[in-house]
RNA sequence: GUCCCCGUCGUCUAGCGGUCUAGGAUCCCGGUCUUUCAAGCCGGAGGCGGGGGUUCGAAUCCCCCCGGGGACACCA
C-alpha cells in the first residue's frame, strides 16, 4: 500500500485519555507499518471547550508514547477554506441556511452503504437522519464537516477512528459526495471499556496518560497492553514497538470491545521493566525516587552511578512500578527508616545480642560485597549456632525497614556498611532496653 | 425509544467447517525453590449466551431470541 495517509484528530477539551491514546497508537502503527504519515491534527473547533494546556498535555502524552507525528495541523487555522466550501455548498443548494447556520440537506429516502476496513459492509437507512448543521452561526465549522475538508485537503487515505463514530460516516460520506471528493477508506477500531463494560471515561479512575506515567509505568508496557486491546498477532503478548511496527495491520483487529485490565498492565509493565536497559532504568528510578518523595535530587546523586544501577536491577524483580520500585528504595539513604507494625513481632529481645555481633562483624569488614557479606554473617551465625532463618527477617527489616526485599545480602551490601552498622547498633541497643 | 455495532475462560485473546475432549496470556488456587516476597518451574480451577437451521461434520455459515455497548448536539 503506498502513500499511505493517516491522522489522529482529538479535541483538545482535556487531557489524552487511553482510549484516545489506542486511536492515535493504531493509526501510527498502521502509518508506520506501511511507511506512511501520521497527522495530528488539533480539532479545536469548539472554541469555548478548547484549551492551549489540553493541547500541550496531548502533545506531551503522544510524545511519551514515542508517537511521533510527521506534520501538525489546528482546525482553527483552517477557517476560512471551512467557510469557503460551506459558502459553495451553499450555493450548490445542497445547504441552506436557517437561523443564521448553515445546515447540510440529508437525503430524504433512499440508504448508504458504508464498506467499513474492520466492520464490513454496514448499510443505513437515510431515513434516519436529519439535516445537521455544518458552521455554527457563530462562523465555525462543526465537526463532521470540518473533518471531511481537512482530510481531502490533507490527502487521507485513511481514516482509522473509534466505533462511536460509526454512524458519523453516512454525513459525511454526503459531504463527500456532495463536494465531488474521493472518501477515504473508513476503518472503525472497537471501544475500550471499563470494568462495569461501559466506555472509558475518567469516572472508571485513572484513564490519564499522563497519570499513568505518573504511577510508574513504562510507555513501552503501556504501548504494548493499548496494542493488545483489540488487536492480535496469534499468541504473543509480548510486543517491542519494532515487532508492534512490523506485524500491526487492520486484519488483525476485532470486532468487540475490550475491558481495560490493570492487572494484565500491571504484569506487562512488570515485563518491560526486567526488559529495560539498567542503566535507563537507572535514571527512572532516580527521577521516581524524587517524585515519591523518597530522597531529594541531591541524596540520589550521593549515591552513585553504580549503586542506582545495582538496585535497579534488584527492585525490579519483585516491584511492578517504577513507584513501587522507588518506595521500596528508601533503605538505601542515610535517614531513619519507618519500621512496619510487624517489626514488633519480628525484633524479639533476644535477638538484641545476634544483631550487635553481626553488626561487629560487618564493621569489620572492608569489601562490602553481598559475598563478603553473607561469609561474615553465616561465620558469625556458626558461632552463635543459630541457622540463619533465626535472624533472616529481624536483619531485614532492621536494614530495609520492610519485611519483604531482595535478597538479604544484596541488601545489606547496597544499603552499605554505615547504614547497616548504624541501623543494626539502634535496634540491638532498643531491644536491649526493651528487655530491662 | 430509534439506528448501528458486538457476543470464545472473570479479563485480553487464538480459532477464519473437520487437526477443538477449544489453545495462549492475565488473574485466582495448590506445589516446588527459599533468608522474606516475588520471579522461575510444575499442577489445578475457569469459556464457545440460548434456540432453530445448513452440512457427513459448526466455536466457525444463516435466521430468531436474549444480553452488552455505542450513537441519536450550532461536542468531537
Known amino acids: 500500500m503506498g502513500n499511505v495517509r493517516v491522522r489522529f484528530a482529538p479535541s483538545p477539551t482535556g487531557y489524552l485519555h487511553v482510549g484516545g491514546a489506542r486511536t492515535a497508537l493504531f493509526n501510527w502503527l498502521f502509518a508506520r507499518h506501511h511507511k506512511g504519515a501520521f497527522i495530528l491534527r488539533i480539532e479545536d ?3 469555548t471547550r478548547s484549551t ?13 508514547l514515542g508517537l511521533d507525528w510527521d506534520e501538525y495541523y489546528r482546525q482553527t487555522d483552517r477557517i476560512d477554506r471551512h467557510r469557503g466550501v460551506a459558502q459553495f455548498l451553499l450555493e450548490k443548494g445542497v445547504a441552506y441556511e436557517s437561523e443564521g447556520a448553515i445546515w447540510f440537506r440529508v437525503p430524504r429516502s433512499g440508504s448508504t452503504v458504508v464498506e467499513d476496513l ?17 458552521l455554527r452561526s457563530d462562523g465555525t465549522p462543526t465537526y463532521n464537516f ?3 475538508v481537512d482530510d481531502h485537503d490533507m490527502g487521507m487515505t485513511h481514516v482509522i477512528r473509534g466505533d462511536e463514530h460509526m454512524n458519523n460516516t453516512p454525513k459525511q460520506l454526503w459531504i463527500y459526495g456532495a463536494l465531488g471528493w474521493e472518501p477515504p477508506a473508513f476503518a472503525h477500531i472497537p471501544l475500550i471499556l471499563g470494568p462495569d463494560r461501559t466506555k472509558l471515561s475518567k469516572r472508571h479512575g485513572a484513564v490519564s496518560v499522563l497519570e499513568y506515567r505518573r504511577r510508574g509505568f513504562l510507555p513501552e508496557a503501556l504501548v504494548n497492553f493499548l496494542a493488545r486491546l483489540g488487536w492480535s498477532h496469534g499468541d504473543q503478548e509480548i510486543f517491542s514497538r519494532e515487532e508492534l511496527i512490523r506485524y500491526f495491520d487492520l486484519d488483525g483487529v476485532g470486532t468487540s470491545a475490550a475491558v481495560f485490565d490493570e492487572a494484565k498492565l500491571l504484569w506487562l509493565n512488570h515485563e ?14 532516580a527521577e521516581y525516587i ?8 541531591e541524596e540520589v546523586e550521593a ?7 545495582r538496585a535497579a536491577g534488584l527492585l525490579r524483580e519483585r516491584n511492578k512500578t517504577l513507584v513501587d520500585m522507588a518506595r521500596a528504595a528508601r533503605f538505601l539513604f542515610p535517614r531513619p527508616l519507618p519500621l512496619p507494625p510487624e517489626a514488633g513481632e519480628i525484633l524479639r529481645p533476644e535477638l538484641a545480642a545476634p544483631l550487635e555481633r553481626i553488626a561487629a562483624a560487618l564493621e569489620a569488614l572492608d569489601d562490602f560485597s553481598p559475598e563478603t557479606v ?3 554473617i553465616r561465620e558469625v551465625l556458626a558461632e552463635l549456632g543459630l541457622p540463619l532463618k533465626a535472624v533472616a527477617q529481624a536483619v531485614r527489616v532492621v536494614v530495609t525497614g520492610r519485611t519483604v526485599s531482595p535478597g538479604l545480602f544484596d541488601v545489606i551490601s547496597l544499603a552499605g556498611k554505615e547504614n547497616v552498622v548504624r541501623r543494626l547498633r539502634t535496634a540491638s541497643r532498643e531491644l536491649q532496653d526493651r528487655v530491662k
Open 146 to 148: 470540518a473533518c471531511v
Open 118 to 134: 474492520i466492520l464490513g459492509r454496514v448499510e443505513f437507512s437515510n431515513s434516519e437522519f436529519k439535516d445537521f448543521v455544518i
Open 374 to 376: 553473607e561469609r561474615a
Open 303 to 309: 549515591l552513585g552511578r553504580s549503586r542506582l544501577r
Open 45 to 47: 473547533t469548539d472554541r
Open 272 to 285: 518491560w521493566l526486567k526488559r529495560t536497559d539498567l542503566d535507563k532504568l537507572a535514571d527512572l528510578l
Open 290 to 297: 524524587v517524585q515519591e518523595g523518597i530522597a531529594t535530587r
Open 52 to 64: 492551549e494546556e489540553a493541547i500541550d498535555q496531548i502533545k506531551e502524552s503522544l510524545r511519551w
